[in-house]
């Protein structure tokens, strides 16, 4: 489990609690604060490892607030939290030294694998959790670290960037992989091209699968892909 102390700046409570919670259930410790100036204080007071800062927030905003960090501190990482989704608001985040910008409505999830992203990044991170690396897809047995895909003691060998979306399509089996987490993790950001190449790893995929009809990798509008594999059991 994670033991990184977290302070979250967050003026919606309900939003704030939830995430808290969440955080929390992850195994983060985590302090909520509900205004720009009783974050900065509380950052003053204590150490910690990452922030999460709203944007639109009354006394002190998320931009002041990081604007008033980066002037003693250059290291602990910041991720504006925010509905402010026009590219000028995002480059002036990142102006102000933020490491991630996360456009709301957002998934737990997503944020997750953001701060986890952002953690490892900046060697934040604690010890990593064991991630497994053997699978049953169906009919298939797909071992992420000797990059093979096997079916039937046909060994198929594979790249580096299908090894790496097989895996993580593999951690959500049978759940939906967001699009957007899967090109931030794999190919580093969500621009147009990075899609492109994402849907031809796809296809790919697919194609590999296609000798076991219990498998499929669904397309799921507007959100991301889903692994189906039926049990044999």
Known sequence: MAEEHVLLLE???????????????KGYHVSLCVNGEEGLKAFRDGTFDLCLVDVMMPKKDGFAFAHEVRRTDKETPLIFLTAKSLKEDKIKGFTLGCDDYI???????????????????????????????????????????????????????????????????????????PRETALRRIWGDDSYFSGRSMDVFISKLRKYL???????????????FRLIAQSDD
């Open 11 to 25: 003026d919606d409570t309900n939003l704030g609690l939830i995430l808290q919670e969440h955080l929390q259930m």
């Open 103 to 177: 456009t709301k409505p957002f998934s737990i999830e997503e944020l997750i694998l953001r701060i986890q992203a952002v953690l490892k990044r900046t060697g934040k991170a604690g010890p990593a959790e064991e991630s497994p690396t053997q699978f049953a897809i169906g009919r298939f047995s797909f071992d992420s670290q000797r990059q093979v895909l096997s079916l039937a003691g046909e060994e198929r060998k594979l790249t580096p960037k299908e090894t790496e979306l097989l895996h993580l399509l593999c951690l959500h089996l049978n759940r939906t992989l």
């Open 210 to 224: 296609k000798p076991d009809p219990s498998v499929e990798i669904m397309g799921i509008h507007g959100q991301g």
